[in-house]
């Protein structure tokens, strides 16, 4: 196989490895249990450093998809897909950071500690329809070719439950009870389960291809 080939398969695990630890960081922070255990700031850091991950997992599948920009449909809409995302998660650094910055300057707080920016949110929600729409289809119902076809709609669906986790947490606020934040935590959890998901698949399925293309 070309070294390109070789270069895709390992861009795309380490992608996947990105993904997927940053999931895994904003499903485990979005536990009420979790923040009560380890605290405020270690909770708004767990935030933060997933986000850091989405970041770098977006900048890796921009990276990939750029020389399809210019490609066919559907290389420059993943090369689309991921530039808007990429943008989403420069956006959450913003708010992560500034949720840190309170715990670190108030002991005290252990109220909500982050929700999922709005502009971040949307941009996740525009890269989910975009990927979702090129991929294959009849009518709204993916079609089951390759052992990724789930995975288009399953980020979309993790896209939208970040939505309205942005929605619920400025509706919840700062002062609530603990269920209620659970309650606006439940879409945050819902949507970094269905990024690790994608990440996992992806993961496996450039495990698999990197051992045959050496």
């Known amino acids: 196989m070309t070294e390109h080939e070789r270069t895709g398969a390992a861009a795309d695990l380490w992608m996947a490895w990105a993904f997927g630890l940053g999931s895994a960081c904003f499903l485990v922070g979005s536990f009420p249990g979790y923040a009560a255990v380890v605290g405020a700031r270690v909770d708004a850091l767990t935030f ?30 993943a090369w689309r897909a991921a530039a808007v995302q990429s943008l989403g998660t420069l956006f959450f650094n913003v708010t992560t950071f500034r949720a840190l910055q309170v715990t670190l300057g108030n002991p005290a707080y252990d109220r909500l500690v982050w929700r999922p920016d709005a502009f971040g949110s949307i941009c996740f929600l525009v890269s989910g329809l975009i990927a979702y729409n090129a991929s294959a289809r009849r ?5 089951r070719t390759g052992s990724g076809w789930w995975q288009p ?9 970040f939505g309205v986790a942005a929605v619920a947490g400025y509706v919840v ?6 269920v209620d934040q659970a309650a606006a935590n439940l879409t945050t959890a819902a949507g970094a389960a269905c990024f690790l998901s994608c990440a996992i698949g992806t993961g496996r399925v450039s495990a698999k291809v990197e051992p045959e293309l050496a």
């Open 48 to 77: 933060f450093v997933g986000s850091i991950l989405f970041t770098i997992g977006g900048a890796v599948q921009t990276s990939v998809a750029a020389p399809g920009r210019r490609g066919d449909d559907a290389e420059r809409a």
């Open 139 to 143: 009518g709204w119902r993916p079609l």
């Open 153 to 161: 709609a399953v980020n979309l669906l993790g896209c939208v439950f």
């Open 173 to 178: 606020g700062d002062g609530t009870s603990v």
